[in-house]
């Protein structure tokens, strides 16, 4: 848009007095204050090339004249917009559920899972999503009784560009267990037990995180089932080309939680020699959490420990969310890693309970085995708040949920390069009401970011109201691709 059409805009906003001129970026079918500021004082600088304009063509007094309507016509959009916390940037809300459902066999076999426990609606919760193709993959950690299935997908649908005028309603879609619902049966150590993450590689391969336990957030969790990680073939309908179960020396399957994954493709370009690393939440009590490594190439784990980083941090272990206190007893639970083809690879991390972010050369963890590794960590400074996922694209930016705060954060990694220790260099790209507990981040391949918001600590407070919308996936033009694909 040119000066000529910028200076048309804002006349044509003075002149009328109605939100109805102003194309702005919506959420939903709110009205976000900050858009509304962002059109006369933000990134498009229409206020300002206005006021160049009339003050070179008029009097200063029609200028003075002219930025008074803009301000109190600014004012009046304030006084009707709706109530509301703003967000800095357009994201859409693609898929909002009150309850999360699947797509069953037949509604008997639905009707059947409620009558014995198998499916318990109010304690199903979404919490990890990458994208490949066509398919918006999301898992439901068996957290607590009642989950049918934990690995999902539901249909990847065009992006919308949202304005004033948009009506259009997030989606509500059940979820379609993958690969199948009966490769999920609970108890069976060979089938899919308690998915919290995944990823997707560039050839098409999930990397599946397999918990093993169930039913963490209840007294007594189910132990049956060691930990394991399943690859499967996306390009051949799921077909199972690995699975390696962790020894009980790397994650046990009494005390071991783990959370979240990234995968190194600095290798080979047929995949054959990548690795995993993962974060362990849980771990024995005297030792604390761990980051733990997978050689696709030797079918061989190890972990490397640090328990100054690697556990969550007493003072910061609760947080108000959406009204509840939330215990964030957890260890490292957030891990990123830096975009292929760099120089040096660092793994960027922090456990749940910590403001602290931390990193560790990739190269540690590839060649360091089941050793204490605090000479090699760096503490990369405090974050305002607590987080769960993170993820970073391919120009080096970090994404990551601010727990207390409802918001989205990004931070780019020349500045945690250069940190001094002391405080994250963060910038807030989203903040909302509706972004309660920012969980799992995906990039899909037109370039935006997908992230869960699933209000975790209504499920942990026993609170989950099937009356209001609990889980939303989300998503923004971040334009850039996933850490794991080159930038050109």
């Not at 000066?3 to 919506?26: E, L, T």
């Not at 077909?239 to 995968?263: G, T, Y």
Request: aromatic fraction near 10%; hydrophobic fraction near 40%; proline fraction near 6%.
């Amino acid at each position: 848009m040119d000066d000529a059409a910028n200076v048309k805009k804002v006349d044509d906003f003075i002149i009328s007095g109605r939100r109805a001129s102003i194309q702005m970026p919506m959420n939903e079918t709110d009205v976000s204050y900050s858009s509304v500021w962002k059109f006369i004082h933000g990134e498009l600088h229409m206020s300002k090339m206005y006021m160049a304009h009339r003050m070179a063509s008029t009097s200063a007094a029609l200028a003075i004249s002219t930025f008074q309507g803009v301000f109190f016509t600014f004012i009046y959009i304030l006084a009707v917009a709706p109530v509301c916390v703003s967000s800095r940037y357009n994201y859409e809300v693609v898929y909002a559920w009150k309850v999360i459902d699947y797509n069953w066999p037949s509604p008997k076999d639905r009707e059947e899972a409620v009558e014995n426990g198998d499916y318990i609606p109010k304690n199903n919760v979404i919490s990890g999503v990458k994208i490949w193709e066509d398919r918006v993959y999301v898992t439901v950690p068996r957290l607590v009784p009642g989950v049918p299935s934990t690995l999902n997908w539901v249909p990847w649908v065009p992006a919308t560009e949202w304005n004033l005028y948009s009506k259009k309603e997030p989606l509500s879609t059940p979820l379609t267990p993958f690969p199948c619902m009966e490769s999920q049966k609970p108890g069976d150590c060979y089938a899919i037990q308690n998915v919290q993450s995944m990823e997707i590689d560039p050839l098409g391969r999930m990397w599946v995180l397999d918990v093993g336990r169930r039913n963490l957030m209840t007294p007594v969790p189910d132990n049956k089932c060691s930990p394991k990680i399943l690859i499967l073939d996306l390009k051949n309908g799921g077909k199972q080309l690995r699975m390696h179960v962790f020894p009980e020396e790397v994650a046990s399957r009494n005390d071991s939680f783990l959370n979240d994954l990234v995968v190194d493709v600095n290798g080979s370009p047929d995949g054959s020699d990548w690795f995993a690393y993962i974060s362990e939440s849980g771990g024995p009590p005297d030792r604390g959490g761990a980051i733990v490594v997978y050689d696709l190439k030797n079918d061989e784990s190890w972990k490397v420990i640090d328990p100054s980083s690697m556990s969550f941090d007493l003072s910061a272990s609760t947080a108000r969310i959406g009204g509840q206190t939330a215990k964030l007893i957890f260890n490292v639970d957030g891990i990123a890693l830096s975009p292929v083809g760099k120089e040096q690879s660092f793994v960027y991390y922090c456990p749940l309970g910590s403001l602290h972010l931390y990193s560790i050369p990739a190269s540690v963890l590839r060649t360091v085995k089941d050793q204490n590794v605090t000479q090699y960590v760096r503490d990369l400074g405090k974050k305002r708040s607590q987080t769960d996922g993170m993820m970073m694209d391919n120009r080096g930016q970090l994404y990551y949920g601010m727990l207390t705060e409802d918001a989205l954060a990004r931070v780019n990694q020349r500045d945690l390069i250069r940190s001094n220790g002391k405080r994250v260099n963060e910038k807030v790209v989203l903040k909302d009401q509706r972004l309660e507990w920012i969980d799992g981040l995906g990039f899909d391949w037109t370039k935006h970011l997908w992230f869960v918001t699933n209000r975790l600590q209504n499920l942990q407070a026993k609170a989950v109201k099937t009356s209001e919308i609990n889980y939303r996936l989300n998503r923004f033009n971040a334009r850039a691709m996933s850490y794991m694909y080159p930038q050109h």
